[in-house]
Nanobody, 111 residues
Framework: QVQLVESGGGLVQAGGSLRLSCAASGIIFSINAMGWYRQAPGKQRELVATITSGGVTNYVDSVKGRFIISRDNAKNTVYLQMNSLRPEDTAVYYC?????WGKGTLVTVSS
């Protein structure tokens, strides 16, 4: 059974940082590209960042230079380091991989 479990969300002031984690089980993690998406209230889910099995990363323009996606294949975990957070980053953040979604973790950035 495939499971993706996110953690690390919370409330932070603008300009602060958070690190999200996504622990995967039930898949051969090392060969899968992984991604982080987010969905703000009243908006569609959008891609935030992806990382290939080889470590190549890609970001949506709005987070470039502020967010860093990384992975630890030994721990079957993908991370999203979020710096210089803005109120507009407020959303539920979802982990995606192997055609599966996690349940999400809420990030709230106060102004």
């Amino acid at each position: 059974q495939v499971q993706l479990v996110e953690s690390g969300g919370g409330l932070v002031q603008a300009g602060g940082s958070l690190r999200l984690s996504c622990a995967a089980s039930g898949i051969i993690f090392s060969i899968n590209a992984m991604g982080w998406y987010r969905q703000a209230p009243g908006k569609q889910r959008e891609l935030v960042a992806t990382i290939t099995s080889g470590g190549v990363t890609n970001y949506v323009d709005s987070v470039k230079g502020r967010f860093i996606i990384s992975r630890d294949n030994a721990k079957n975990t993908v991370y999203l380091q979020m710096n210089s957070l803005r109120p507009e980053d407020t959303a539920v953040y979802y982990c995606y991989g192997h055609n599966y979604w996690g349940k999400g973790t809420l990030v709230t950035v106060s102004s």
